[in-house]
């Protein structure tokens, strides 16, 4: 491992970005941070730090960096897009975006499989032996929650295409007509009460920070831009908790009426602004950080395991509470000075445990290897860094299969049914076929499975022209 990480670094091109790599690893690593500093387990259940303690919450307007994942995506959706359009041969059609949404879903799909089969095939076999219930039937329900991410990722991979044309065509004009349709919705939603309408803003409001990602790419966020995306991103969140019908806390709190993310709200859009406009802010002091050797070989590390980190990350969290219920460890009350005294040992303790889950189930993040030697990139090494934001993906060639982009549009829009009904769905219930309501549809574990892996197939035949 040790030395495939100081080969991509020593192999890193010099058009890289590598700001963009910190920015995806620190984004996930603080979602990891804060899932497990907001669970409140106790014997009787699993609760919400941020409830029993609402003076915490705006934390969660440092802590909620899923804006800058998606920001990231969509610089990086942009590059490697544009990557596979210069390589497009003669009449090849359709098959750039087969080619480039199968590529995307193996990086996301590959780990996540093996994730959701694991679990799949281990809560089967606890409920047959009759358990399920306790901290472990809590653990069935809710490790299959971030899948969500994982959900709205796939459906920023395969809107790409569309929406980069729309920001060639128009520039900041496209941003402003997802964001004025975020308006709209919560217009809607809020002053009309018209019902159900505020689900389009999973589309408009991530969508919106997703655009941002392509503007950055084409430099329209440098000079002064960011110091003003940050503070009017600010001011607006700002003013619109105050006095808008927005909570403070940009994460889902049980029982509150109106969530700023699920589904995602004008707030939220703003609290994303003022977070991109930070971070970019930031650039280039992280950017000569980042020349350091040791500094970069991290970053590269990190970037190839960051995915199944995510993924497994509450699984450990559960296996530290479980082994401590298991050994009779007391669990303080939640935000007692005895909870606080235990944070540092649980936050190590299932540090080490998704270390060794990683270990275990690294090798599926990794790319497929490139089938041109010679592409840009480094000649004939596997997963080799390169300007497309990802390693490997930018350097796929595009051959011949005409017609297939609908085929793989098919299966993206299955995998992220599939997901989102995974995530929301849980594997508690199995056996009694319990269900959860996708877009007014009831959906299974089980079915949730099977249309991801139907998703997937469709992509993968549809691809097969793309090498």
């Not at 100081?6 to 058009?15: I, S």
């Not at 919450?57 to 920001?71: D, H």
């Not at 003022?274 to 971070?279: H, T």
């Not at 960051?306 to 009350?333: I, K, N, R, S």
Request: glycine share 12%; hydrophobic share 55%; charged share 10%.
């Amino acid at each position: 491992m040790g030395s495939r990480v100081r080969e991509l670094a020593g192999a890193t091109p010099a058009t890289r970005d590598r700001y963009v790599d910190l920015l995806r690893v620190a984004s996930l690593g603080a979602v990891v941070l804060g899932h497990w500093l907001m669970a409140a387990v106790t014997p009787d259940g699993v609760g919400n730090l941020l409830a029993v303690v609402p003076a915490l919450q705006p934390l969660t307007w440092l802590l909620q960096v899923m804006p800058v994942f998606f920001f990231v995506g969509g610089f990086s959706h942009a590059l490697s897009y544009r990557s596979l359009l210069r390589k497009r041969p003669e009449g090849a059609g359709s098959s750039v975006y087969s080619a480039f949404l199968r590529a995307r879903l193996q990086r996301l799909l590959r780990p996540t499989m093996v994730f959701v089969l694991v679990w799949g095939a281990a809560a089967l076999l606890v409920q047959l032996l009759g358990g399920g219930g306790g901290l472990t039937g809590v653990t069935l329900r809710m490790v299959t929650q971030p899948l969500w991410f994982i959900g709205i990722y796939l459906a920023m991979v395969a809107f790409t295409p569309p929406l980069l044309r729309l920001h060639e065509r128009y520039g900041w004009g496209a941003f402003a007509g997802l964001a004025g349709a975020a308006v709209a919705v919560d217009v809607l939603r809020f002053a009309a009460g018209v019902p159900y309408v505020e689900f389009l803003n999973f589309a408009f409001v991530w969508l919106a920070v997703h655009q941002l990602g392509f503007l950055r790419a084409d430099g329209h966020l440098r000079l002064r831009r960011p110091a003003l995306l940050a503070g009017g991103g600010l001011i607006a969140a700002t003013a619109l908790v105050a006095f808008g019908p927005y909570p403070l806390s940009m994460v889902g709190m049980p029982g509150e009426k109106v969530s700023n993310m699920a589904p995602p709200t004008l707030a939220l859009l703003a609290h994303g602004l003022w977070l991109v406009g930070a971070v970019e802010l930031l650039r280039a002091p992280a950017a000569r950080l980042l020349e350091r050797p040791r500094v970069w070989r991290t970053v590269v590390a990190a970037n190839g395991v960051a995915m199944t980190a995510f993924l497994w990350h509450l699984t450990a969290m559960f296996g530290v509470y479980g082994a401590l219920l298991a050994l009779d460890v007391t669990l303080p009350e939640p935000a007692s000075a005895a909870w606080w005294v235990q944070v540092p040992p649980r936050l190590a303790l299932a540090a080490a445990l998704t270390a060794a889950l990683v270990a275990a189930f690294r090798t599926f993040e990794r790319p497929a290897a490139p089938a041109e030697p010679g592409s840009p990139g480094v000649p004939g090494r596997r997963g080799a860094l390169d300007s497309a934001g990802e390693s490997g993906v930018g350097r796929l060639a595009v051959t011949g299969a005409p017609g297939s982009g609908p085929l793989a549009a098919l299966g993206a829009t299955l995998c992220l049914l599939g997901v989102l009904g995974l995530s929301m769905v849980g594997f508690g219930g199995l056996l009694d076929g319990r269900t959860a309501l996708l877009i007014a549809i009831p959906v299974s574990a089980p079915a949730a499975v099977a249309m991801t892996l139907g998703g997937w197939l469709l992509v993968e035949r549809a691809g097969r022209g793309t090498r």
